[in-house]
């Protein structure tokens, strides 16, 4: 019983990483029908910003907080740069952009900060946290974990939900021709899309990268559990890429911890291949048809 | 049969937003305006759908725009519009011409389109597509904008019952009701309807070209309106042009041109 609640925590721990990917997917997913292959690339390259910081400056928080302000910036100058000039030409074109992406970026970061595994600091404590000298396997840091992802879902969701702004990029994700033709920048919006979704995948790099260090392919993974998270929730859909994440993290983590560790990646991907076959929309999507 | 009016003299220069005397976007009406397209040529890839068109809507008129399936005359609105670019010609908003200047640009210099069909954005609620419509406008205080939505929730009851609820909810009669209020609300000088009645029952059909020239009266709105429903389009225009293979054939007072019998055979279907 004990073992069911910590497999359990520890699940929903990892489902909130999972569910940060999920979301800067989903986020630029629903404005452009793109899947941001580097993704994953781009978490990496902020963790690495913020480990040097925080050599260089011995604070973490310095660090953490550049690292979100890295992955603004590297997501919008993904996209003025190198995705915006691939819009209205073959979907192809921009999915090989990403991937160029994805490599460009594992190269860099070999380049210039290597490719050893590097160890990167806890905000806090790691120690498993005990109730009633129950260990429940997680930690201080845990709970700042899934606390972290959920106050920054629930921001964008405010935002978006009841800001004009977050109207703006509703519209221009729903209808971006009613939206042009109504006086909204559709450009623009998207950059701020795509800033966000850096944001969002800075901050899962900077909380997962304690338990899996970091090196250059150390986002892959996360990416692909990321990606399935989306694909279970349903990839326009916002919370289905919350509750997408809980359900692979909590499912993995029984899966590892009753069942063989090793068997993870395995089922993850049968998972992914399963929701494809059954309900390639996702959980939560209606069977809405978008208007082209 | 064409009237043959070509009074367009030279663009006065080609202002960025805001110079082309345009309402300042802060809510207040902007008056009215003559739009002006002078052989206008756009198209899609190799095909041509408009091979140099001039058509003239007087401040404050309502110009019918006429014609066959694949005349021209969605187009003409794209491309006045700037969801097309055109590859010759002139766009003349009350002779300053905007032509090659982005959708954003346009509607903000006082163009407001309505396309045909898609228009409403079910997923959001009513208001939240109405506020759609004042995207347009400068940073101002909210009292303005509150004010203008409740001038078209006035004007349209049904949109003000359902304040609230998901667009996808409103009846085909109401959407268009919501696609032409979030088109006003953007405070245009003129007015691109693309088929308003489609879809819709013939009273309703009835109800929105009476509110088109209620439109046109109230507020002096330029209104261009293309309409595969010819007959109900020439009642209430007070100018037509009829396009067909993306030329004009012919252009005048909408009252003769509903009465030439061998025009309307032939390329307006009654």
């Known amino acids: ?11 929903i721990v990892f489902g909130m990483i999972y569910s940060a990917i999920a979301l800067s997917l989903v986020l630029i997913w629903r404005g452009t029908r793109l899947l ?44 003025l740069t190198v995705v915006r000039p691939t819009a209205g030409k073959p979907e192809l074109n921009a999915v090989i952009v990403t991937i160029g992406l994805l490599i460009l970026f594992e190269g860099l970061a070999g380049i210039f900060f290597g490719g050893q595994y590097r160890s990167f600091p806890a905000a ?12 429940l396997g997680v930690s201080r840091f845990d709970v700042f974990t899934v606390a ?15 800001t004009t702004a977050g109207l703006r990029m509703r519209a221009a994700a729903f209808n971006a021709t009613v939206a042009r033709l109504s006086g909204i920048r559709v450009g623009r919006v998207l950059t701020v899309g ?4 850096g944001l969002l995948g800075a901050l899962a790099g900077v909380l997962v990268s304690p338990s899996t260090f970091l090196y250059p392919n150390s986002m892959d993974a996360i990416f692909v559990l990321g990606f399935t998270a989306a694909v279970i929730g349903g990839l326009d859909s916002p919370a289905g890429a919350v509750v997408g994440g809980l359900l692979l993290g909590v499912g993995l983590s029984y899966v590892g911890g009753y069942l063989n560790s090793d068997l993870t990646s395995l089922v993850a991907l049968g998972v992914l291949v399963l929701v494809l076959m059954i309900r390639p929309n996702g959980l939560f999507a209606g069977a809405r048809m978008r208007r082209v | 049969m064409s009237s043959g009016t ?10 960025r937003d805001g110079a082309a005397g345009g309402s300042d976007r802060d809510g207040a009406a902007g008056g009215s305006a003559s739009l002006a397209v002078d052989g206008l040529v756009a198209g899609y890839g190799e095909v041509i759908a408009l091979d140099g068109v001039t058509v003239m809507a007087g401040a404050g008129s309502i110009t019918a725009v006429l014609g066959a399936n694949g005349a021209g005359k969605t187009t003409l609105l794209r491309a006045v519009s700037g969801m097309i670019k055109a590859r010759r010609g002139r766009i003349l908003l009350a002779d300053h011409d905007v032509v090659g200047r982005s959708p954003e640009q346009i509607v903000r210099a006082g163009i ?13 609620t009513v208001e939240e597509n109405l506020r759609i419509g004042m995207m347009s406008w400068r940073r101002g205080p909210r009292a303005g904008r509150v004010a203008a939505l409740e001038e078209e929730y006035a004007r349209f009851k049904p949109l003000a019952d359902r304040r609230r609820k998901p667009a996808s909810t409103l ?26 009645s489609l879809g819709l029952a013939p009273r309703v059909m009835a109800q929105v070209m009476d509110l088109i020239v209620q439109l046109s009266r109230e507020r002096g709105l330029t209104i261009v309106l293309v309409e595969q429903n010819a007959r109900s389009a020439l009642a209430i225009a007070d100018h037509g042009v009829v396009l067909n293979l993306g030329r004009v054939v012919a252009s005048a007072d909408a009252a003769i041109l509903a009465t030439d019998v061998a025009l309307r055979h032939h390329y307006l279907g009654f």
């Open chain 2, 112 to 124: 407001a389109h309505v396309p045909e069909g898609q228009g409403v954005i079910p997923e959001l």
């Open chain 1, 1 to 11: 019983m004990v073992e069911f609640l910590q497999f359990t925590l520890s699940g």
């Open chain 1, 36 to 79: 941001n292959f580097a993704q994953g690339g781009m978490a990496m390259l902020t963790t690495y910003v913020a480990i040097e910081v925080i050599y260089k400056t011995h604070s973490y928080w310095a660090g953490f907080v550049i690292a979100l302000v890295a992955g603004l910036i590297l997501g919008a100058a993904s996209e």
């Open chain 1, 124 to 135: 806090f404590s790691v120690t498993g946290l005990r109730v009633n000298g129950t260990p």
């Open chain 2, 171 to 196: 009846s085909g009669g109401e959407r268009q009701m919501l696609v032409i209020a979030r088109a006003l609300l953007a405070r245009p000088r003129v007015l691109l309807l693309d088929e308003p």
């Open chain 1, 148 to 162: 972290a992802v959920l106050a920054t879902t629930l921001i964008l969701a405010v935002t978006f939900r009841y």
């Open chain 2, 6 to 15: 070509n009074g367009l003299g030279p663009a006065v220069g080609s202002d």
């Open chain 1, 194 to 197: 795509w800033a966000l979704a």
